[in-house]
């Protein structure tokens, strides 16, 4: 390996250890990294001078000099996430500590049409240009949809959700002038959950939107399956013969756990749901929800003993879990022949936009290992 080599290896593993510490000294970059103070010290002139990390103080003395606090520039890049539903377009802006910077959520029903994709460019465009965000400090933009996507990230290989062409991917080059992929959504959503929980430990990441999907994280690596689309979780059979599903077969997961199962019964409106079932005025939305929950209860009882790790609710449901989370765990916990505590039972970070985040997400991964 030449010095040139050397040094380039060097840059780049000083600045992932002060990525995942957040606040470090020289002394502790070397003793995670073996390398030595003055080739730490080199490096770091080096990622000051490119403005990737900074000295934001000292800590405390142990005796002599005190040691220079450094820590990441958070806005030294930035990416974009693009959620695309039915119904709903969401663009996101954040920083490399996955921090929101920026957003815009609007009611946009899909058109895979350059009309819609114009709406899309400028949309983005504006929130770039409200942020003063130069094009030379973003890495890419990341567009999750709810749809299978080839290992390419550019080509679909299995849409009902929406109606969208296999080469979307192409047909937005125009409209797009940074470099872009797709994401699924559900994984994205698992990314974004995986990355800010800040555990290497594995994790089924269940999403709980207009459909029901999933993600099988192992720390930032998500687990797609031979065909690209493991974690189907939706279309988990847990009522034979049951109502019918959107993909045609019967008892599905998603035919009685997505968003809609709740928000039909207030006008689509899942907010105005469970500010009705606060209020504990209304014994019919009382009812069904405890009915979503037993339902709710079998799939993730059935996840853990498939999967034997933690279980996160995610998506737009996820978002109102909380005040219920003790709840569901004992329903859950009732069905497990192994344990009697359902903490591995958790809700997710991200109450909202965590797909676009995830997406986002992969250029931020990306940036830092090949750096």
Request: charged residues 20%; proline residues 4%; glycine residues 8%.
């Amino acid at each position: 390996m030449s010095t040139e080599q050397s040094k380039t290896k060097s840059f780049g593993n000083i600045y992932r250890i002060i990525y995942q510490d957040k606040k470090t000294s020289r002394q502790n970059i070397a003793q995670k990294s073996g390398i030595s103070l003055p080739t730490i010290s080199q490096n770091l002139a080096l990622l000051t001078d490119a403005g990737l990390v900074r000295t934001v103080g000292s800590f405390k003395s142990t005796g002599g000099r005190k040691p220079n606090i450094i820590s990441c520039v958070p806005s030294a890049r930035y990416a974009l996430g693009i959620d695309i539903t039915k119904n709903h377009l969401s663009i996101v802006l954040i920083d490399l500590e996955l921090n929101i910077i920026g957003s815009k959520r609007m009611r946009l029903p899909f058109q895979d049409s350059p009309g819609y994709f114009q709406i899309l460019s400028r949309e983005m465009r504006d929130l770039l240009e409200k942020h003063q965000i130069h094009s030379d400090k973003l890495l890419g933009v990341g567009i999750s949809m709810p749809v299978h996507v080839k290992t390419d990230q550019k080509t679909i290989s299995y849409a009902t959700v929406i109606n969208v062409s296999a080469n979307i991917h192409e047909r937005l080059a125009p409209y797009i002038p940074y470099p872009y992929l797709l994401f699924n959504d559900a994984n994205s959503a698992g990314l974004a959950e995986s990355w800010i929980s800040g555990s290497e430990q594995p994790m089924i990441y269940l999403s709980l939107s207009s459909s029901v999907g999933g993600a099988n994280m192992h720390g930032k690596e998500i687990y797609t399956g031979v065909n690209s689309r493991a974690t189907e979780f939706g279309h988990m059979c847990i009522v034979p013969n049951g109502r019918t599903c959107y993909c045609g077969q019967k008892g599905c997961l998603d035919a009685y756990c997505s968003a809609r199962q709740l928000s039909d019964f207030t006008d689509g409106n899942l907010g105005e749901f469970f500010q009705q079932l606060s209020t504990h005025h209304n014994p019919g939305l009382e009812r069904i929800f405890d009915e979503y929950l037993d339902h709710l209860a079998l799939a993730v009882n059935n996840l853990r003993m498939c999967y034997d790790c933690d279980i996160v609710l995610g998506g737009n449901v996820g978002a109102y879990m909380g005040d219920y989370i003790d709840r569901f765990r004992q329903k859950a916990i009732a069905l497990n022949p192994f344990e009697d505590n359902g903490d591995f039972i958790r809700v997710c970070h991200y109450r909202t936009e965590a797909s676009a985040v995830g997406a986002a997400a992969y250029y931020i991964n990306e940036f830092i290992q090949n750096l």
